[in-house]
């Protein structure tokens, strides 16, 4: 109506047949407007009800996805940990043996005799004969590529020392305090340690001290010197110190050579022995954080945090309670031994590299009351899971624009 009424010539239907046309159009539009409408109304209530059946099974294929990748993850994870335990555990037996061998020398025994209680410049001899034994054994664990202990040293039946590889002020210094001399399990402080403390009379791991000037911790390993001729009187103590960190390297750069597919791992040792409170506190005895730089930027309150304690999740904790507790079947010790959920303390200090949660797996270290750990990052080890999902949920964007096309 309006364009019969148009002004301009040029706007108005230029005769009835137009204006019938018209109309007709009109009215077949009309006609097919339901069917349109219709077309387009059922596709999308077909898209609605098929949506979350199909975000629901996306889901679960995501989740199974992820639980068969931590799962496959976790079982090698527990491989490496199970083998930087045994080798730790071998390195620790070896180089005891090599202290029970010299000490069952009739050499060093008669030498302890004649001239550990004399004067420094009478013990010459004595310490010819245990410098010689240290370069042999020197030489064998450079050989074999391995680390180099800190010190040796031996200590007399009193725990003076009497010997030390590289003379030092404690050469001559009363150590019956220590762990290694006594092995009661513990340090005595210096001014309260009992009348008459006696030396060990086997092979013996003492526990981790902190060494001075490095701040890492340190472990000694000894042994008993029985006197000549006389396998109940002991005569000294001959013991090797070496840091757990640089132990702890050797084995990691072992399992990375072996085991050369690519995953970053990072290894720790923590300490699961029973402190006088009766309460483990899990603290961590080497990292692959913990060197002298970043050590020597922490107080006491710093160091008090290098644990897991406090930190990790609760069921972990109770996890690592019983995996230590227990005998080594294998067995027994399936899913304890691994967790998704693992937190490193030493993202409190450096949350950028050990933030966030961690796949870790975990084993004892025979019976020193050491577990290691071996984790991976949680993200990295799901990021095919997540480019899967990104994936899944653009193909499901298209589908859903193509229906609508």
């Not at 030498?111 to 410098?131: I, M």
């Not at 019976?367 to 997540?386: F, H, M, N, S, Y």
Request: some cysteine; proline content about 4%.
């Amino acid at each position: 109506v309006d364009r019969c009424l148009a002004s301009d010539p040029a706007k108005r239907f230029p005769n009835a047949q137009a204006v019938l046309d018209r109309l007709i159009m009109r009215e077949r539009f009309r006609t097919r407007r339901p069917l349109i409408l219709l077309g387009l109304v059922l596709p999308m209530l077909l898209l609605l009800g098929i949506a979350p059946l199909a975000i629901q099974a996306m889901r679960d294929a995501i989740n199974t996805t992820q639980s068969s990748l931590s799962r496959r993850a976790l079982e090698s994870d527990v491989l490496s940990a199970n083998l930087l335990a045994e080798g730790i555990k071998r390195d620790l037996d070896d180089r005891l043996t090599e202290l029970e061998t010299i000490a069952a020398e009739d050499d060093l025994r008669q030498a302890v005799v004649d001239y550990a209680s004399k004067p420094r410049d009478e013990r010459q001899p004595l310490w010819d004969l245990l410098n010689n034994y240290k370069k042999r054994y020197d030489r064998r664990w450079s050989e074999l590529g391995r680390s180099l202990d800190d010190s040796w040293f031996l200590q007399d039946e009193t725990g003076i020392q009497r010997w030390r590889d590289v003379i030092s002020m404690s050469l001559d210094g009363d150590y019956d305090f220590r762990d290694y001399f006594h092995g009661g399990g513990f340090h005595y402080t210096e001014s309260e340690v009992p009348v008459g403390v006696e030396p060990i009379r086997k092979r013996y791991v003492c526990v981790p001290y902190r060494g001075t000037t490095t701040k890492q911790y340190l472990i000694a390993l000894s042994v008993p010197i029985f006197a000549p001729n006389d396998d109940t009187r002991v005569i000294g103590v001959l013991a090797r110190s070496l840091s757990l960190s640089s132990l702890l390297r050797d084995y990691e750069k072992s399992l990375r050579s072996q085991r050369a597919d690519g995953v970053p791992r990072k290894f720790a040792i923590v300490d699961s022995r029973l402190p006088s409170n009766g309460r483990r506190e899990w603290k961590l005895l080497a990292h692959d954080w913990m060197t002298k730089a970043n050590l020597d930027k922490l107080d006491s309150e710093g160091f008090e945090k290098l644990r897991l304690l406090g930190v990790a999740d609760a069921e972990v904790l109770s996890d690592l309670e019983q995996l230590v507790d227990m005998d080594d079947s294998v067995e027994g010790r399936y899913d304890i031994d691994r967790t998704r959920f693992y937190i490193d303390p030493v993202g409190q200090m450096d949350p950028v590299a050990y933030g966030g949660e961690w796949l870790a797996a975990f084993s004892p270290v025979g019976e020193t009351g050491w577990v290691a750990i071996v984790q991976e990052r949680k993200t990295r080890a799901l990021q095919p899971v997540e480019e899967l999902e990104t994936r899944m949920y653009s193909w499901a964007l298209g589908a859903v624009l193509l229906g609508l096309g």
